[in-house]
């Protein structure tokens, strides 16, 4: 690494570091606020909600890297058009092309971190903090719904494998910070989509090896091709209770992790088992699919960002101040923001190819880019 590469590196990264720093504690600021109402629910108290806070900061920092490089990069570039320091790296024979393949390096290391960030820290940290403050406060994870959570799973000759005799709808009243189900009801199909069984339990605790212990079940069996509340068809339908059943399905502890997340605040592995859970029991992948491919495309836009901090150094001082320049960049970041969000909606209504959905945003922005650097190369 040149010695003027190390130089780009340094003053960049203490730019974009100091700009995320603020940000963070900036959200922070207000998160903490949000969680005041919290604190004093059952045994949730401050520094809970100091933990929880906490713990939301991997997660922000993976959604304001783009916008903290941009800054931070207009800001390094500005401080360089400022004190005439392009101007003399440009005079020694520094052309456009270089200072791109020195800021693309530097990004890439960001693209590097922003991944790991998104994948690994930030779902972890998000999952510790919900489960943390449902424990404090002694509360259970529901869905929006009334009647709860409800997933589909398929129905197999050996239990995980051989042939498909059936379908099955899983509906949950209540998941528990330990993993523990309660309210759980099962109703079983068999290939022709006739009802075969109806299953309730007052609670499931999960035994590994995608088995289920079900407690405190009652079973209502109804024979192949018999029809519920039809009259004399009452000798068609037997019931039983048990103490305890065991249910193999494809349905984990991981995987209702995944069901009760927003799709924004997964891991691309994460998105990648549900989407297939999904398509194995032939249900819709649109939303899943979109946030899988925003996950691998997101750290990306890491370098586009650079790439569009890159123009500001072209303008001089008396071009606008460095002021002028970081809100400009503030206004681009906030814009990259809003379309990345706006084309997940738009391509969802119109049914477009999930990656080019989450391709499009990124790509506008590099031609932007490319066409600014274009401009203030030749003016």
Request: glycine share 6%; proline share 3%; with cysteine.
């Amino acid at each position: 690494m040149s010695i003027l590469q190390r130089y780009f590196a340094s003053e960049i990264t203490r730019a974009v570091l100091f700009v995320l720093a603020v940000f963070l504690a900036l959200f922070a600021f207000f998160d903490l606020i949000n969680e005041l109402r919290y604190v004093g629910q059952g045994g949730y108290h401050w520094q809970h909600a100091f933990f929880f806070v906490l713990m939301s900061m991997p997660a922000y920092a993976y959604e304001l890297m783009p916008i903290a490089v941009l800054i931070g990069g207009i800001y390094a570039m500005a401080q360089f058009a400022s004190n005439s320091e392009f101007t003399i790296m440009r005079a020694s024979s520094m052309s456009t092309m270089k200072a791109c393949r020195m800021l693309a390096s530097i990004a890439l290391v960001f693209v590097v971190v922003t991944m790991l960030i998104g994948e690994f820290f930030a779902p972890a940290a998000t999952k510790m903090a919900e489960a943390m403050r449902m424990s404090a406060q002694g509360a259970s994870v529901r869905k929006d719904f009334r009647t709860g959570m409800w997933s589909k799973d398929t129905i197999r000759e050996n239990g995980q494998s051989g042939k498909v005799i059936g379908s099955r709808f899983v509906n949950i009243g209540e998941l528990l910070p330990d993993g523990t189900l309660r309210k759980v009801k099962l109703f079983e199909f068999d290939t022709e989509l006739r009802l075969t069984a109806i299953v309730s339990a007052e609670s499931a605790v999960y035994q590994g090896g995608n088995v289920w212990r079900m407690d405190k079940v009652g079973e209502t069996m109804l024979r192949r091709g018999a029809k519920a509340a039809v009259p004399g068809m009452a000798s068609n339908i037997t019931s039983k209770k048990m103490d305890s059943r065991d249910l193999v399905t494809d349905i984990t502890p991981n995987l209702l992790s995944v069901l009760f997340a927003k799709p924004d605040k997964m891991s691309a592995y994460d998105l990648a088992v549900y989407k297939g859970h999904l398509a194995d029991n032939s249900q819709d992948t649109a939303v899943y699919e979109i946030a899988f491919w925003k996950k691998m495309v997101y750290p990306f836009s890491v370098m586009v960002m650079m790439a569009l901090a890159l123009p500001f150094a072209y303008l001089h001082f008396r071009s606008g101040g460095i002021s002028l320049k970081i809100f400009a960049g503030i206004m681009i970041g906030v814009s990259f923001m809003l379309i990345n969000s706006l084309f997940s909606h738009v391509g969802l209504l119109n049914t477009w190819p999930p990656f080019i959905t989450a391709v499009i945003p990124s790509s506008l922005f590099l031609l932007s880019a490319i066409g600014a650097l274009w401009w203030v190369d030749r003016h």
